[in-house]
């Protein structure tokens, strides 16, 4: 998961640098007033979407299929865990009509 993110944190910077260039250069626009640099912010995470959907589809199916046995593991780890507070209710119940 962690993969993922770093990966998808560094196409953002590279969508950044590239958008700050074309903004400096002037090939694309500038923002309004002192608007800019939220312009090439919100233009770099607009083009860093479709580019990190399309690019990091694998690593994005591996950081789920890791998620998915994750939460498997903990729900068999709860089951068994109220399997075992069952059992010590069942125990102490059967030992309680016992001494009656």
């Known amino acids: 998961m962690l993969r993922y993110t770093l990966m998808?944190?560094?196409?953002?910077?590279?969508?950044?640098?590239?958008?700050?260039?074309l903004v400096y250069s002037g090939i694309a626009p500038r923002g309004l007033g002192s608007s800019n640099g939220m312009w090439i912010v919100l233009l770099s995470l607009v083009l860093?979407?479709?580019?990190s959907y399309v690019v990091l589809?694998?690593?994005?199916?591996?950081?789920?299929v890791q998620i998915v046995e994750r939460v498997d593991r903990a729900k068999a780890n709860?089951?068994?865990?109220?399997?075992?507070?069952?059992?010590?209710?069942?125990?102490?119940a059967r030992a309680q009509g016992q001494a009656s």
């Open 48 to 51: 860093s979407a479709p580019i």
């Open 78 to 92: 709860l089951n068994a865990n109220r399997n075992q507070e069952d059992d010590a209710v069942d125990e102490a």
């Open 8 to 21: 998808r944190l560094g196409i953002l910077v590279g969508c950044f640098v590239v958008v700050w260039g």
């Open 57 to 64: 589809r694998k690593e994005r199916d591996r950081a789920s």
